[in-house]
């Protein structure tokens, strides 16, 4: 059987979590969020683990993380927004489900995560520089992963999730 599952995938600051929760409440399916599982199974936060085990010993934990979450069926799972630079990782994610890429403005992402310091990569003094030159790396990989590519600026949680529904494939509002 081919696995059902729904996987968002974008950069930090793009949603993945919220209308995760979303769609997996109106699809009456579990939701994961990969980084969340990751800190419930290590029992520190993702901060502590690149302190400690730099962004190396975080993107090992990442792949197992996947490798596990990606074995279940019925899932909304929001992933990591730097999951998809691990070609492994890329091709548990193809096999999993139906993809779809929440696509971000750097700007929107600067507003959003303006006052966080749970993401190591943004403690820098530019993190306008940081997010443009993941996002440069990045974007080809999740345009090309991506089944379905959802604009999400300036869109509350609730209407990106309301424009997701209906593009669905069948296959996944029946299971
Ligand atoms: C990262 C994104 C974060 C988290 C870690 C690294 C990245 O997840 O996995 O801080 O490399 O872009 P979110 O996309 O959920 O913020």
């Not at 209308?19 to 969340?36: C, E, K, P, T």
């Not at 489900?97 to 992402?109: C, E, K, M, R």
């Not at 974007?139 to 990106?160: G, M, N, Q, S």
Request: glycine share 6%.
């Amino acid at each position: 059987m081919s696995a059902n599952n729904i996987i968002l995938i974008g950069p930090m600051g793009s949603g993945k979590s919220t209308i995760g929760q979303l769609l997996a409440q109106r699809l009456n399916r579990d939701f994961v969020d990969s980084d969340h599982y990751i800190e419930a199974k290590t029992g520190v936060d993702i901060p502590r683990i690149f302190d400690i085990e730099g962004e190396e010993g975080f993107r090992v934990r990442e792949t197992k993380a996947l490798k596990e979450l990606t074995e279940r069926n019925n899932l909304v799972l929001a992933t990591g927004g730097g999951s998809v630079t691990r070609e492994e990782n890329r091709k548990m994610i193809r096999a999993a489900g139906f993809i779809i890429f929440l696509d971000t403005s750097v700007n929107q992402q600067l507003e959003r995560l303006k006052h966080d310091k749970k993401r190591p990569l943004l403690q820098t003094e530019n993190p306008r520089e940081r997010l443009e030159a993941l996002l440069s790396e990045r974007k080809p990989i999740y345009l090309e992963l991506a089944d379905l590519r959802i604009p999400t600026d300036r869109k509350f949680a609730r209407k990106v999730a309301n424009e997701i529904i209906p593009q669905l494939p069948e296959y996944l509002m029946n299971s």
